[in-house]
């Protein structure tokens, strides 16, 4: 009883380290939001919270005494080192080694909460709950989009092969797959990437959840790979053969029916290895425990002692002393007042943001409005995005597309990631030149073009791209594409240079004959389609 008025401190103590999380997944969670891949990561936080409830079941004794006071250097300096990230972070929340190191600052935070606690033993005991977090996190770009394209192209390959030998004959030729005079791509999504990360994080889940092994638990993380690319392998054999036998207006109708039995079914099967493994462990232990029991048959009995009852644990002590407490709230919010402070010092004497939308020509002719690939939406983590194509009345082929980044969405950089010159010849199109900045006058304001000319066979395509910031920092600001360096990065952030919101303009034009005619063309289209916000639309 003398333990209880200490209570209501081990609280405030908890409530620290829940808010130290909260904060983490308000920085992380735009990712589940935007990118398809992630969007399991919404459960992640809940499973983690699970798995640690589990675990406290069984904890160990608690330590005894007080570990020496210098400890607590580590917890003040990881709250210190708080604020740095967070500044970086606000400029750069796509950046994913800014929340790698978020996510390892929380988790450290934890950990030295239970050494408080329990010294190593609780460090260990506890210790997946707290990792499984980092499965919500992005995948490097680079390891992601390697193993896209991989799993692509084994994807497609395999695919053809299958139906050839199910007696339809097929060929693979990069990621297009030909049946008859139906060629059928196979799209970054359908690489199976999003299965496979759902279910790695899924296999990491249930192994704990079962307690298993290293053994196999590795065997689990292994055989959710071979489901996940199987299934992904059946998912694409049948889409293709819908469109090559029967159009792809119904391989389209099936494709995100097909999808959604997929993720289903590969979490299914992974659930049910998991009972499996699971069973065999117990088959073995089973054993192990026949085999003890014959050997102490053969051998003299011997009773053995009464065993003591059970004591109830002592109650889990407090990690950290109340003066540390408070010192973590006020650092937190130090941290979270400052960040704000320093944008809006250097944001300060800025003017307010041109308020414009696109009104779409729906009335002409062969206007069609389109989508962006999903690989395309994960990459660019936009708030809006829209793609249409339709014919001029001098009978020109105009493709447009608009791309729009609410304030605070993603770092100002990632508006370059999507360029003509990268993604323009990926498509077949051909580089000739780069005819230099178009300035297009509209009645809500100048679009700053840059502008190229593509050859697509024997067709000249003008191509127009403009990046757009709603808010720009200084009177000539640009952003072009660049492949974003740490300093890059860095120096945005010591200038309090954020994200205020970015919009983007492509266009391709087919048809004209001359750079002066299609920038007519240009000029005219976009006054009528680029309206101030509220006007009415012609």
Known sequence: MKSLPIRPFLLVNLSLIALFWLLLFIRIHTEWIVNDLYAYGWAVPFLAAYLFAERWRDRPAPATDRPHPLWLVIPVLLLLAYLPLRIVNEANPDWVKVNVYLTALTASFSFAALFAMGRHRWVWHFAFPILFVFTALPWPVAVEENIVQTLTRWNTLVSADTLTLCGIPAINQGNLIQIGETWVNVAEACSGIRSLQTSFMMSLFLGEFYRMGPFLRLLLVGSSFVVAFVLNIGRTTTLTYLAGTRGNDVMEKWHDHIGTAVMVLCLAGLWFLALGFDKLRAKLASLDAAEDAATATAAPKIAPPPSPPASPLPLAPIPFPIALVAFGFIALATAEIATEAWYRHHEAQLPPPKEWAIHWPKNADSFKMGEFPERTRAILKYNEGETASWTTPEGYSF????????????????????????????????????????????????????????????????????????????????????????????????????????????????????????????????????????????
């Open 399 to 538: 493709q447009m597309y608009y791309v729009r980044w609410y304030p605070g969405r993603v770092s100002k950089f990632l508006s370059g990631a999507h360029h003509p010159t990268v993604c323009l010849p990926a498509t077949g199109l051909k580089l000739k030149s780069e005819t230099g900045p178009f300035s297009a006058h509209t009645p809500a304001l100048d679009v700053p073009f840059s502008t190229y000319i593509f050859e697509a066979g024997p067709r000249t395509v003008y191509v127009y791209h403009a990046i757009m910031e709603d808010i720009p920092l200084s009177a000539n600001e640009t952003v072009g594409y660049t492949f974003v360096k740490t300093e890059e990065r860095i120096d945005s952030v010591l200038r309090g240079q954020r994200n205020l919101g970015q919009r983007v303009i492509g266009i391709s034009l087919s048809g004209p004959y001359a750079r002066d005619e299609a920038e007519a063309i240009i000029q005219k289209t976009l006054s009528q389609l680029i309206r101030p916000l509220n006007a009415p639309q012609s």
